[in-house]
């Protein structure tokens, strides 16, 4: 009986690192799930039909057969072992390995059009239009509160936002307390050289109910419109938009498989039937052998993301000026274009904002030089002209991820395929060398500009042209927030 036990507890060790190699090698879990399957559905007709067999009589009474069955089965479970390694290291690994020191020089990563950021930003302000049109199509009642929002471009979560509020009773003592209210939150994610390189997940919240549906490829502008108007009339919604496969049952949904590349996933059907540690070093030689390796990126924006750090700052409010807002903001722009040209960038940025009563939208001017930023605010407020600046040295850049191995169509050549992620990059002096000679020409400018505007109108005000300094040394130590530690929700109904 205590044969009958190690030999049990030997075979789930090895089905152990069945599972284990498919966890690693096989997607979605669906697939996991149905290759563990038929693996213990084999190996129960393998004992079955060794049970049966004359050979089996008295085989547990024999020491030297129990002594085999343990080697035996230690042998493969070792074999799996070194075989998942060698498989992760020499199939599927991308060659990379942590640089220490040298990581900003071999961070090289080209500026293209079509990189997965700026794939995001068109896809997300064509479904911002798309929805902004459905909503001027559609006959809105007076009392609707309707709130249309996007992301800002390069931010970490790419998003497009609808929330309505539709009053129950838009006269008398309820008016505009007694209402539905819902949701639809649309957030996209970007698949670099798949055939769908940009999927959605639609959020839809309702008074009837809550659901989720990822990996949507298409969103149709027949079903989003009548998902929007139900929802304003209060109606139980309907909506069924294009989704990928997410099992492999799930044939009747189209796979989004990579399009500029093929990959191999057949090695671990391969590992199952022949011993692993022949078959790896003879494969590799047959397809890969001391080929070149080539790498498949998807380049990077000519803009870095964000994650600013302040530095100095500087405003003033000036009395009965609030005419003159667009005449100084003019000349500002003309002065700093033709001075600053050569060394610097000065562009127009519309950016919102969550106000007292919803989404603010304005429009300021931002001036870089290297990972310096300067933000100039010229505003009217009620009669009197506001100025100012606030500079930030931003620690956001772009840094490549390894997204999946393969070869090309054309020749077979081996690639790594890389995309970009946002991460952070500790500032240094020369940073901070720019931001210093950013914010004080802008604050040159900006005086000189100033002084004339209260000359011309005779204004009679005070007025400090003072910087407020911040340290230096805060932005040279600062450091990455956290992650947030908020837990997930577990049970979450999905479509």
Known sequence: MLYEWVDFFLKISWLSVFAAVLTLLTKPKGARFFLLVVGLICMAMLELNYANSDFDSGYYDNPVWIFSLIIGNSTWLLAGLLSLFYLKSHFFGTGSKDTGSIKDALSVIPVTADNPAEALNSARQALYLEVETILAQLKLPDSANIQLLQSQNYSAVTFVSLSMFQPAFPDGALA??????????????????????????????????????????????????GLITQLLQGERWHFKPKRLKQAPIQVWRPANKPRDYKQWRGVDIVMMVIPPLLIFPLLRRIFFGKAKRLKLTTGKPSIEPRQLLQLDSWQVAIKGLQAYAEQLETEFVNAMQANTSQFGKLNEELIWYWGVDGKVERKQYVFSIGRALVFIKIYAYGDDLYIGWDAHVNAGSWAEKNIGAGYAHHDGTRLDVYSIESEWHQPNEFD???????????????????????KERDVDQDIDFTIVRESRSGVLNSQQKPASNEKKKRFMRTG
């Open 432 to 454: 901070i060398s720019d931001a210093n000679f950013a914010l004080e020409t802008v604050h040159a400018t900006l005086v000189k500009l100033t002084k004339r505007l209260i």
């Open 176 to 225: 505009n307390k007694l209402g539905t209210q819902s949701l639809v939150l649309i957030r996209l994610d970007a698949h670099p050289f798949m055939r769908f390189p940009i999927t959605y997940s639609i959020r839809v919240e309702s008074s009837y109910k809550l659901q989720e549906f990822s990996d949507v490829y298409q969103i149709s502008l027949e079903q989003l419109s």
